[in-house]
């Protein structure tokens, strides 16, 4: 299997799938298996590290707080993704909390076996490479972007971030598979939840937005990068 298979649909890198399958099981087979649920953290900032974790189920998000106590989303996160690269070192802190949006399955993995299995399968450090190369660049956008944008500039980079990574085809458009509630986006983009009520409602009238069996979709992707860029 070529890297260029391991390559998701929004640029990012499935580790697992980047390797031979026969090198995948002996990797998976030194790891051990968790189930998270939705809204549970997978670790806390700050937290002791002492090992990676390969997302094999579910979507997740990475938030990180400042010492004034603000708070702002990093990345999201879904299945074939590697967690907690970032923090390699036995006596390294967790530099971010890693939050399930719905329910996970993780396989862990000690930073010692990581090293000696990227050792020994040069298909799994080269994989990893390019995921930390895609992801640092994806990271370092989002983040930039949410820290210098107007509060509806944040709403619709957090909004094309979620269909960018979560996103399935819509007869309509691009659908976010993932339930969330304007309490929890309000969260991500660092505003109200009345400010997300009543842009959400500008989006839809405008049709840029729908909604459909509890999802969003985005209907009109040039209208939300305009308003993501102050247009």
């Not at 995921?131 to 210098?148: K, M, N, P, Q, Y």
């Not at 009543?198 to 840029?208: E, F, I, N």
């Not at 459909?212 to 308003?227: G, I, K, Q, T």
Request: charged share 25%.
């Amino acid at each position: 299997m070529t890297p260029r298979d391991a390559r998701m649909p929004d640029g990012h890198h499935d580790v697992l799938a980047a390797i031979p399958p026969e090198y995948r099981e002996a990797v998976l087979a030194q790891c051990e298996r968790r189930l998270v649920a939705r809204h549970r953290d997978i670790w806390r900032q700050g937290d002791v590290g002492g090992h990676v974790a390969f997302l094999v189920a579910g979507k997740a998000m990475s938030v990180y707080q400042g010492r004034n106590g603000k708070t702002g989303t990093t990345g999201f996160w879904s299945a074939g993704a590697l967690l907690g690269a970032g923090d390699l070192g036995n006596s390294s802190r967790r530099q971010m909390t890693l939050r399930c949006l719905e329910d996970c399955v993780i396989h862990t993995l000690s930073h010692d076996r990581f090293e000696t299995l990227a050792v020994r399968f040069p298909e799994l450090a080269l994989a990893v490479i390019r995921a930390l190369s895609i992801r640092l660049r994806w990271v370092a956008d989002l983040a930039l972007r949410l820290e210098t944008q107007s509060a509806p500039g944040r709403i619709s980079t957090v909004l094309l971030a979620l269909a960018d990574r979560f996103g399935i085809p819509h007869t309509a458009g691009t659908a976010i598979d993932l339930t969330l509630t304007q309490e929890e986006i309000a969260a991500i983009a660092g505003v109200t939840r009345q400010f997300v009520h009543s842009t959400l409602k500008d989006l839809r009238q405008g049709a840029v937005l729908l909604m459909d069996a509890r999802r969003l979709v985005v209907c009109d992707r040039a209208a939300l990068e305009a308003m993501a860029d102050g247009d």
